[in-house]
């Protein structure tokens, strides 16, 4: 594998899984920015305040609405993990996992870091969202363990995979009836 700095670089040729609803969330993202747009520009039409600054200005917050509300793309390839946002890609080995931690009590994310020094954040209801997501990273991180790089966040894997495999179970007995 080719490298640069000490990190390895390339992409691998198989099929990547990526977050399902990814589209679908960022579309809602712009309706409700667009929404926003529309209902402050309306507004101050009818009040009668409505110039070309203050429309600049409404459509101006309809791009933060959307910045703030428009997700991060999660893909996962065979041995990678990779969280594009608005301004960079981050991507992490999840077959030279290290850690993994979760961060926060009310908004918690997923911090990963590879022996490489890459780290990623994602939210970890993206891979309760996706299934294959969730297989990727549970792959490679049994990888991490059996080849002994694996330092931290066992529990922590531990408890999510309970977590998604509970949902998933759920799903499945809601879909059929069973619930």
């Not at 700095?5 to 992409?11: A, K, L, Q, S, V």
């Not at 920015?33 to 203050?54: E, K, N, V």
């Not at 429309?55 to 509300?69: E, P, Q, R």
């Not at 408890?159 to 619930?179: M, N, P, R, W």
């Amino acid at each position: 594998m080719e490298r640069r700095n000490g990190r390895p670089i390339g992409r691998p040729t198989r099929h990547s899984a990526g977050r399902r609803r990814w589209r679908a969330d960022v579309r809602c993202a712009g309706f409700l920015a667009l929404a926003f747009a529309g209902l402050t520009t309306l507004l101050d039409w009818g009040s009668g305040g409505l110039t070309i600054a203050r429309a600049d200005l409404w459509a101006l917050l309809a791009i933060l609405v959307f910045a703030t509300l428009r997700p991060p793309r999660v893909t996962a390839e065979e041995g990678w993990l990779t969280v594009c946002g608005w301004l960079c890609e981050r991507r992490v080995r999840t077959d030279a996992l290290v850690s993994i931690r979760q961060d926060g009590k009310i908004a918690t994310r997923l911090v990963l870091r590879d022996a490489y020094g890459c780290s990623v954040a994602l939210d970890p209801r993206v891979l309760l969202a996706d299934p294959l997501l969730w297989h990727e990273l549970e792959t490679g991180a049994r990888r991490s363990l059996e080849r002994g790089i694996w330092r931290h966040g066992e529990d922590t894997l531990r408890q999510l995979g309970e977590q998604i495999d509970g949902g998933t179970a759920h799903a499945v007995l809601k879909a059929s009836g069973l619930e």
